[in-house]
């Protein structure tokens, strides 16, 4: 179905002769205005003329469509390709009395016909055909082949360790401390991290050729500059504190007093120290005295400033962290030239070189008008802010002369930007920005998803979170149906299930077992209750319905949001006590499955034989089901002292396992046969077929078929391990070893590799994390726990965005509670700057999924206060954004802006339901 555009859309659409950066808000039709905007170059025009002349039409092939993933790639595809044909038919129901329609008919036929051949593509497809284009010019092999991820993961591998070897042969005492805090294993997956990420992000080859005391000075240089203005005025307001007169006051504050004086005198000694020591010495409560009070107000004003913070780096760290970080620097340096001559043996390139490569093209003046002629006059670029700088600078560069003159249409929405662990940086967006003329800075704000009072409980939030952006416009509401526009039911719910205790959130401590708590499971009981009340009652939905009609929600039309997996078992089972069935959509838990862990610990056994370990889950798992007691006896002394379970399971007949059952000796004896079989024939297949005998001779997709959760996700996860097997069929110097080895190493660090998708059946709520639901809406959805407090960074380096790669010196288990170096210290606060955008846009993008309901829920009592009358602070990052924009208590906004207000109702749950009640106090 063709929709009409607006008149944002159409302005986007038809702009000419400049560059446009569309910010294109949620729900606002960004990917219908994509293809509109194609389509408007082939030659697209309204009535009368309908389409425009040969010399004003783009030739097919030189528009080109960079996307993120394959799946908007094809989406975009699709939707070209479906508009082409309805134009066609359209001309074709005129041609009989019109020639000018008989030959547009014609055209859009053809065209239809090459939408195959357009390039609608992800970025790093399109990067990989200018590389195949100018191999020769890059000095690499005109064949070169693209390595699988999953190849190149594990040759990453091989180069750091080869690398950790090869430092560690020299004795470096830096490595072998740095080593002994972080385990080998440790450093390695460090080093392929590191591997990972761009020179342009890491500054790695930098750092490697830095010398120690020249790299102190420069991290030292930042964090002066930082500290310096607040230390001046820290010390002079601390010299008039400690001066002011004692009379009158209580021996505990003179006390006080007197030990931040005495703190004072070591400042010519370590100032900074000194300055920190004095301020802990006057802690609160503080005394009621005129003058006194005003300059203590100063001093808490001081401490709240993120200088302060800084201020407690530890200055006899910073040599050790240097020389840490130019170690690990130049090891990543030793790593990548190994990669980089294992991929020359190979005449390959990963993903991560394919952005390089073009950059190389670029520098040299290679562009899209190159030597064989001009390959887009034209790029549209979708979900740019999910690119990174060097990207940027790419695309750019290929634009050529035309960059700020109509070659470009990017769009994307900074407030949308949610990948920043993948590299991404937003950021790229708004330098872009900055470089297209005005005139070609455009917007899309009307919302075409959600009913009106989300839209508007939408628009408070992001102005409370993104005072920063005051270019970016308020979303409008662009439904038009009763059900979009009705006031009720309300839109919005917050659930807040208060504490037994009383307590405004959990604290610290209760977080260490959030998920065990009952406290969090009265949160769930209290939720499912809420939803299974609704349900019954029926919730409206069919705001985007353009035949306004309005049905009851289905559970199929419901889904829970969250930024992780961590608790959705306690939903999960409190939804099904409450007679709803769920659906988990499990994002980077491929290797958490227990299928995929059963078979990988069959086929490890096939490669490791005497791995004593892998071959008892092998044999107890289903494909085997050898009983606990057998093994037991099997790998007991009563045979042959000193022996291993192994020994015993290749070695010894399966007749002479005496008091074992003869149902138990026949299934070891079958479970020799097929590990027998499968340990011969790696050397023979490629692993994927390996891997496929393996299932096919266990019956384990029978096995799986009874004995799943969710039958079908099993067996197409299983199919999903077998197709990752393939990536390592080939390479053939690089095949079943290494696809075991990094298999292994995958169980271990229960790596983010994807399941299997499967549809959601229509009759189960739905799980899903924020990340996997960009680009998705639902009727209803529900966003629980969000007093979740944010995960503790205990990474062993963070990435700075001036100063590159910077290590801790410090590991989690190592004075807690003591500072870090000067470095580290501005590092960090970088970064809770970066995740604290971040975690704004995972609650924007959660919200804006929304189209008829949204509840809110946590483990929060608002009415709770501090020991002083303030209220209490929420410990979870997306509730404490609430608390900026919203009174929890009635729902109420506290800035409410040009919208009506938003009907928000709180229902606030004393206690958990018992037997199906709850008891709860409903606030408006």
Avoid at 224 to 229: F, Q
Avoid at 460 to 466: D, G, N, V, W
């Amino acid at each position: 179905m063709e929709f009409p555009l607006d008149p944002e859309q159409r302005r986007a659409v038809e702009a000419a002769g400049v560059s446009v950066l569309l910010t294109a808000g949620a729900g606002c039709g960004k990917t219908g205005t994509i293809t509109a905007r194609f389509m408007h170059l082939l030659g697209k025009r309204d009535a009368p003329e309908l389409l425009a002349s040969p010399e004003c039409r783009v030739q097919v092939g030189r528009i080109g469509v960079l996307t993120f993933t394959n799946k908007a790639a094809a989406e975009l595809r699709h939707r070209i390709r479906s508009a082409c044909e309805r134009e066609a038919e359209k001309h074709a129901a005129l041609a009989a009395d019109s020639e000018r329609s008989a030959e547009a008919a014609r055209y859009w036929q053809l065209v239809s016909f090459a939408v195959d051949g357009m390039t609608i593509s992800t970025y790093h497809s399109f990067y990989e055909r200018m590389v195949r284009e100018f191999a020769d010019m890059l000095e690499l092999d005109p064949d070169v082949r693209l390595l699988d991820e999953r190849i190149a993961a594990g040759l990453k591998r091989e180069a750091a360790r080869d690398a950790v070897r090869e430092r560690l042969t020299t004795q470096d005492p830096v490595l072998i401390a740095y080593a002994a805090r972080h385990r080998l294993d440790g450093v390695v997956d460090q080093l392929v991290a590191l591997l990972g990420l761009g020179d342009h992000q890491t500054l790695v080859s930098e750092i490697a050729q830095a010398d120690e005391s020249a790299f102190c000075e420069r991290w030292l240089s930042g964090w002066y500059a930082r500290v310096d203005p607040l230390a001046d005025r820290l010390e002079a307001l601390l010299q008039e504190i400690v001066a002011f007169p004692a009379t009158g006051l209580t021996s505990t504050w003179i006390g006080k007093s007197q030990a931040a004086a005495e703190a004072l005198t070591r400042i010519e000694d370590d100032r900074y120290g000194a300055l920190s020591a004095a301020v802990r010495a006057l802690p609160g409560p503080y005394p009621k005295r005129p003058g006194l009070n005003e300059l203590l107000d100063d001093l808490k004003t001081l401490k709240e400033n993120t200088a302060f913070d800084l201020m407690q780096g530890d200055l006899k760290l910073l040599e050790q962290a240097a020389a840490e970080t130019i170690v690990l620097a130049r090891m990543v340096e030793t790593a990548r030239g190994l990669y980089e001559e294992m991929k020359r043996r190979r005449r390959a390139v990963d993903f991560d070189d394919l952005v390089v490569k073009v950059r190389e093209l670029s520098a040299q003046g290679v562009t899209p008008r190159g030597r064989t002629g001009p390959i887009f006059e034209h790029f549209l670029v979708d979900e740019f802010q999910d690119t990174d700088r060097l990207q940027s600078v790419v695309l750019q560069a290929l634009a050529g002369p035309s960059f700020g003159h109509g070659a470009l249409f990017v769009v994307g929405d900074v407030k949308q930007a949610i990948y920043r662990f993948r590299g991404s940086d937003p950021e790229a967006l708004l330098e872009l920005r900055d470089v297209i003329p005005p005139e070609g800075h455009l917007s899309l704000a009307s919302n075409y998803r959600s009913r009106k009072a989300i839209v508007e409980f939408v628009n408070i939030l992001a102005r409370s979170m993104y005072p920063d952006l005051p270019d970016d416009p308020s979303l409008a509401s662009g439904l038009c149906t009763q059900a979009a526009l009705a006031e009720r039911p309300a839109a919005v719910d917050m659930l807040w299930t208060v504490p037994a205790d009383g307590g405004g959130a959990p604290g610290a401590q209760a977080d260490a077992d959030l998920l065990g708590s009952e406290t969090h499971r009265a949160e769930a009981a209290n939720l499912a209750a809420h939803l299974r009340r609704l349900v019954d009652a029926g919730i409206p939905v069919g705001a985007r319905r353009r035949d306004g009609e309005v049905t009851n929600a289905r559970p199929g039309d419901i889904v829970l949001l969250s930024r992780s997996r961590s608790h959705w078992r306690i939903y999960e089972q409190a939804l099904m006590r409450e007679g709803f069935q769920v659906h988990q959509d499990s994002v980077g838990g491929f290797f958490r499955r227990q299928e995929v862990r059963d078979l990988v610990n069959l086929l490890a056994v096939a490669e490791y034989r005497m791995d004593d370990l892998r071959l008892a889950a092998c044999l107890r798992g289903p494909m085997f089901a050898v009983t606990d007691e057998t093994l037991f006896m099997l790998a007991g002394e009563s045979f042959r002292p000193g022996q291993s379970l192994a020994d015993r399971f290749w070695g010894e007949p399966s007749a002479g396992f005496e008091g074992i059952s003869a149902t138990d000796r026949a299934m070891l004896e079958r479970a020799r046969k097929i590990l027998e079989e499968l340990h011969r024939l790696k050397a023979q297949l490629p692993p994927s077929r390996v891997v496929r005998l393996a299932i096919e001779r266990t019956g384990f997709e029978a096995i799986a078929r009874a004995t799943a959760d969710e039958p079908e996700r099993a067996l197409a996860n299983l199919e999903t391990l077998v197709d990752d097997a393939r990536s390592f069929d080939r390479d053939p110097d690089f095949g079943w070893p290494a696809m075991i080895r990094q298999w292994l190493s995958d169980l271990d660090s229960t790596s983010r590799f994807d399941e299997a998708v499967v549809d959601a059946p229509a009759d189960r709520i739905r799980f899903l994390t924020i990340h996997a639901a960009k680009g998705l809406e639902f009727p209803v959805v529900i966003m629980p726990g969000l007093n979740s407090p944010s995960p503790q960074r205990t990474g062993p380096y963070l990435i700075h965005p001036k100063l590159g790669l910077i290590t801790r010196s410090r590991t989690p288990d190592e004075s807690p509670d003591g500072a870090d170096h000067p470095a580290m210290a501005l590092a960090t606060l970088a970064v809770r700057d970066d995740e604290d955008r971040e975690i704004d846009n995972l609650l924007y993008v959660a919200a804006t999924r929304a189209m008829d309901k949204l509840i809110l829920s946590a483990v929060f009592d608002p009415a709770a206060t501090n020991k002083d009358g303030s209220p209490k602070t929420p410990a979870g990052p997306f509730l404490k954004r609430l608390t900026r924009a919203f009174d929890l208590n009635t729902g109420r906004p506290f800035v409410p802006g040009p919208e009506t207000p938003p009907e928000v109702i709180v229902h606030r749950f004393e206690e958990a339901p018992a037997e199906g009640t709850t008891t709860a106090r409903r606030g408006r």
